[in-house]
């Protein structure tokens, strides 16, 4: 009975309950907001141009949330006991409490019970919920790839990851009917005798019932080559041609065997004795037995977090509270970092599982039971002062200077008094606002950075251990694509932290206290609007100078990360290219040596180039058809042109076929070296004006560019979501008021997500020739920066 009566909760606990539990739900959806940012683009877009329904794109949504609610509930629950207990210390409330007899201990109590409701919430995910949403999205892989094959196709470029065994080129795909134009088609199934095939318009052709899939071409030509003879050559030229695809190749079948991620508990113990019973070595056990107890170690966190998180807030500076977030998303880092260092040591058999998973809960345990004893011995110690840390060392008092010396002498000064500049100086009160802006802008974007990188090292981590890739290999990538992960996430940012810097203001009467000085509310926003727009700046200047370079190499560590094969629109030495002259290459393997001495001959080439195994495909782009096919076993350059070796040419534009072989001989036809080393260029790899070049080039010879239209206003518009994003956040911080920074934030949150889903709709919409371009990529900026503007309208300064 004496035990019930102390679970009996009492004022005090109903108290601390109140007080976590509104920034741990604000948390949690800020947090799953994050890393929901690029998905939700996304899926908006497959909502508007693919005509999927919105329970389809609901069901993705629930087959991702328990994936990313497992991360995003333990750090919540971090996040809402060092607001709460921050705040209390912040205000002296934990003071209060202790002055009146209220132990360390009791108000562990609380904390405890709500470490327990947060830690079975997570068991559940991770032991009910996420098998089953990985099982669902398992089963939605089928989906997403008949989704590539019919839609992964992009203009004027060369495609070998789609269709099996083929690459792909089409010159143009019109918005309004979708299909292909121009196509040109080589195809690998039969290796010695390959086929390429030439036809004016295409499509793909997939009967889910019947499980078939096909390629129907209209108005074209099938040449088909003979690798060991080149003198045997067919063509065969067709109205309408249906080329059979193989179903199982084009979509994998998936297997009836689920992984150990989509097991439960006790399948996974049940596999492990089937393996064993099987004879199966140990060490081929180890990964069942690691995500078995990481089943629980996350859920057992939720515990670790609590004591954590108690110790770290029991600070009496004001600064407590607004510290908790960037603490947070600090030791969620470190846990999860290390938990994934454990996992792999227990794959790899350097540490027993249970050690290997357990270690990073008995580390931060330990942590957190140490600051506890701290804070239980002193009731002065402050977590987050470094020098309360040392004070158990020996006291090194710093001797005095010698008089021996004698007296100092009296430094002499000059003073220089400069003109003062005609331009206004910013006054006090901007300065006070411009540093708490600023302040809480890199505090925000260190922890969205943060949490984003978290969740995507934990996601490339099982192909970083799968295919050996090199650490450095993975930094490289990061400090590569961090400026991507920035222009994607300083919108966010932008919104959120005058939602905290006036939030705060508001909380500590500030702005009560500037009204009473004669200022405005309109003048006291001014270092704000204008930071927003040097931020609108800045982002342009990032997505038009850095963006493009940063792109490409980031794009090619994914790829490695991934295991991938280099691709042909991402690799250097590509295999397929488009000449100037409507020309298509394709070769084998490019080498480019220095030469070990200067050349003698005036303009010869200071490196020695060679093209091996070098096709060249004629196209009358005005018909459509093939007028010559030529082949280089070796291709030299000699400066001004090349030197052909062992080869043939084949000319199609004649009333027969004419062969032409040859042992050597020199063209200047063939675009220089320089020329093959480039890539197909991407828009997201271009700078604004050399995309409108691009833009230009397609147009003046008939090519749909309506979606390049769309990305290259976009390229204008997206920098300026800063600005809008602050005139937005400006007024809501005002009427969120005395409420604080912490509904600021959530508040901030269902902007976000009402202004990125209207984004990606209207993007949609302009890809999809359903709105012009310039309005597709400005209607959401015009839209939420007039409600900006007429919310400070209103506003009672």
Sequence with gaps: MKFLRWLRPTVLDWYIVREVVPPTLLGLVLFTFILLLETISRLMSILVSRGADMGAILGIFLNLLPGILGITVPMSFLLGVLLAFGRLAADSEIVALRASGVSLARLMRPVGLLSCVAGLVTL??????????????????????????????????????????????????????????????????????????????????????????????????????????????????????????????????????????????????????????????????????????????????????????????????????????????????????????????????????????????????????????LQYREAAFDPLNPSHYVFWLP???????????????????????????????????????????????????????????????????????????????????????????????????????????????????????????????????????????????????????????????????????????????????????????????????????????????SGAPSSQVTIYGLSSYDLDTESWRLRERMYAGQARWLGGGYSLENGWRLRLDGDSPVFRAFTSTQTRALEPPEYFMQATPESDTLRLAELGAYIRSLESRGYDVTKLQVQFHRKVAFPAVSLVMTLIGIPFAFVVGRRGALYGIGLSIVIAIVYWATLSIFEALGVNALLPPFLAAWAPNLMFGAAGLYLMLTLET
């Design 395 to 601: 006291y090194v008092r710093r001797a005095r200077p010698s008089s021996i010396a004698g007296p100092r002498r009296p430094q002499r000064r000059v003073v220089i008094r400069l003109p003062r500049l005609g331009l206004p100086a910013p006054s006090l009160l901007d300065r006070y606002i411009s540093r708490a802006y600023v302040g809480h802008m890199l505090l925000v974007l260190v922890s969205f950075w943060a949490i984003y990188v978290l969740a995507e090292f934990m996601d490339l981590f099982d192909d970083i251990q799968h295919n050996n890739v090199k650490g450095v290999t993975v930094l490289h990538y990061y400090w590569y694509h961090n400026p991507a992960l920035l222009y994607l996430t300083l919108p966010v940012a932008a919104l959120v932290t005058p939602l905290i810097t006036f939030g705060v203001l508001a909380k500590r009467n500030e702005t009560t206290a500037i009204k009473a000085g004669g200022i405005s509310l309109y003048r006291t926003v001014v270092p704000v609007i204008v930071i927003g727009a040097i931020l609108s700046a800045l982002m342009f200047g990032l997505g038009d100078y850095i963006l493009p370079f940063t792109n490409r190499v980031a794009a090619v560590d994914y790829n490695r990360i991934k295991g991938r094969p280099p691709q042909s629109t991402n690799s250097i030495d590509q295999r397929w290219i488009l000449g100037n002259d409507q020309r298509i290459y394709n070769y084998e393997y490019f080498s480019e040596t220095p030469q070990r001495e200067h050349p003698v001959a």
């Design 124 to 373: 559940y995910i991770m032991t009910v919920a996420l098998p089953r949403g990985n099982q669902a999205h398992r089963q939605s892989v089928f989906t997403l790839v008949m989704s590539k094959a019919r839609s992964g196709i992009k203009p004027r470029v060369f495609t070998d990851d789609v269709l099996p065994n083929m690459m792909l080129y089409v010159s143009d795909i019109p918005a309004e009917t979708g299909r292909w134009k121009n196509v040109f088609l080589h195809d690998l199934r039969e290796p010695q005798n390959p086929r390429v095939i030439l036809a004016a318009a295409g499509e793909p052709v997939i009967d889910d019932d019947k499980r078939q899939a096909f390629l129907r071409l209209e108005d074209g030509v099938i040449h088909v080559f003979d690798k060991r003879d080149p003198t045997k050559y067919e063509q065969q030229q067709f109205g309408s041609f249906e080329s059979p695809l193989d179903w199982d190749e084009l979509f994998p079948a998936i297997p009836v065997s689920r992984g150990d991620r989509e097991m439960t508990p006790d399948e996974l113990m049940a596999r492990v004795a089937e393996l064993r019973a099987e004879g199966t070595p140990e060490k081929q056990l180890r990964p069942w037995i690691v995500e078995w107890h990481k089943r629980f170690a996350i859920p057992a966190a939720c515990i670790v977090f609590g004591m954590l998180g108690l110790g770290l807030s029991m600070g009496s500076k004001k600064e407590a509270r607004s510290a908790a977030f960037g603490l947070s998303v600090a030791v969620i880092f470190v846990y999860y970092v290390l938990i994934r260092l454990g996992e792999q040591a227990g794959d790899t058999g350097m540490l027993a599982p249970i050690l290997a998973i357990w270690s990073a809960n008995a580390v931060l345990g330990l942590a957190g039971g140490i600051l506890l004893y």
